[in-house]
C-alpha cells in the first residue's frame, strides 16, 4: 500500500466512487482485506434525540486501521424521521488518513461506499459458497441496496440471469431496470415461493422483522445470502432455512450478537454458535474450504464490518491515484 504527501484532502462524491470501485476490484480488496485482517475495534452505537415527534435516530462510528497502512472511520446516521422530509434514513461519510502520520486523505461519500462493499461481500461469499453452474439469481427486496447485489454477483458469475421480487411490483421492476445492471438479463418475479424454488442464489435486502424466506422452499444446492438484518429484532429466514443450511458469516463477533437471523435461531434450540461453519477470516485464509458438494444448501449471513470499509476506501485511494 503507497501513501500520499498531499497537503489537502481529497473528496469523492457518490459518482465518482462509484467509478472508482468496480465490483469485481471491489471482491478481490474484500478478500485481500479478511486475508490480511486489521485492526478493528467494536462498532460504537449511540442513541440521538430526534426533532420533536420523530423515532429516536442512531450514530454509527466505525473505525478500522492496518498498522503503518491506512486509518479509516465511517460515521453514519440513521433517521428514521427522513422519509417524511424526502431523506433517506441513512446518511454517512467515510474519512480515510495515513496510518502513519494521522494525514487525512479523504472524503468518501459513505452511503456509496456502503452499498458497494455490502454488495460485494455478498459475492465474496457466492464465491466460495454458490455452486458454480449457478445461473439463476432471485433478489428479495427493492431498495437502493438490490440493483448493487445483482450488479456485484453477476461481477463474479457472469452468466447468471436475475429476478426481482417486491411486496410492491412497480418497485421491483425499477429495480430491474437500474441502470447499474446494462447488459444483464432481468426480469421480476411475483410469486416468491415459486422464484425461492427456481432460484439457484437467493439474496434477500430487505427491512423484515418476521421470516419471509421459508426453510421448506429452499432446494438442494441453493446458495442463501441474507444481507437485510442487522439487528436481533430483525429477520428474513425461518428456523427451518438455518436448520437445514450450512451455515457461514462475515464476522462472529458480529454477526452471532447483531442479526435476528442467528441470535433467534440460537434461542429457539435450532442452531448453535458452534454450528457456524466458518466466517470470512476462515474462508479467506484457507482454513474452511467452502462450498462441500453440490446438493449442499449454504447459508451466508452478513451484518458489515469495519475491515470492508476500510479495504473499500483504500482501493478507492490507490485506483484515483493517491
Known sequence: ??????????????????ELLPWGAVVDALGVGFRDGCEMPVRHHHGVEAPAGDPEATLLLMPAWTVGGYLGVKVASV???????????????????SGVTGEPLALIDGLELTLRRTAAASALAARFLARPD?????VVGTG?????????????????????????????????????????????????????????????????????????WLRP??????????????????????RRSTVFVDTREGALVEAGDLTQPIESGALRAEDVAADFYDLCRGGHGGRRVASEITLFKSVGAALEDLFAAILLWERSGG
Open 1 to 18: 500500500m503507497r501513501l500520499s504527501s498531499a497537503s489537502c484532502m481529497k473528496i469523492f462524491d457518490a459518482a465518482r466512487t462509484a
Open 79 to 97: 433517521f428514521p424521521g427522513n422519509s417524511s422530509r424526502g431523506l433517506g434514513a441513512v446518511q454517512a461519510s467515510y474519512i480515510l488518513a
Open 134 to 138: 449457478s445461473r439463476r439469481l432471485l
Open 144 to 216: 437502493n441496496l438490490a440493483p448493487h447485489l445483482a450488479g456485484a454477483h453477476a461481477a463474479v458469475n457472469p452468466d447468471l440471469e436475475v429476478e426481482f421480487w417486491g411486496r410492491r411490483p412497480e418497485r421491483a421492476l425499477a429495480a430491474s431496470r437500474s441502470p447499474l445492471l446494462e447488459g444483464l438479463v432481468t426480469g421480476t418475479a411475483t410469486d416468491l415461493e415459486a422464484a425461492v424454488r427456481a432460484a439457484d442464489i437467493v439474496s434477500t435486502a430487505t427491512l423484515a422483522t418476521a421470516p419471509l424466506l421459508f426453510g421448506d
Open 221 to 242: 444446492g441453493v446458495h442463501v445470502d441474507l444481507v437485510g438484518g442487522f439487528t436481533p429484532a430483525m429477520r428474513e429466514a425461518d428456523d427451518e432455512a438455518v
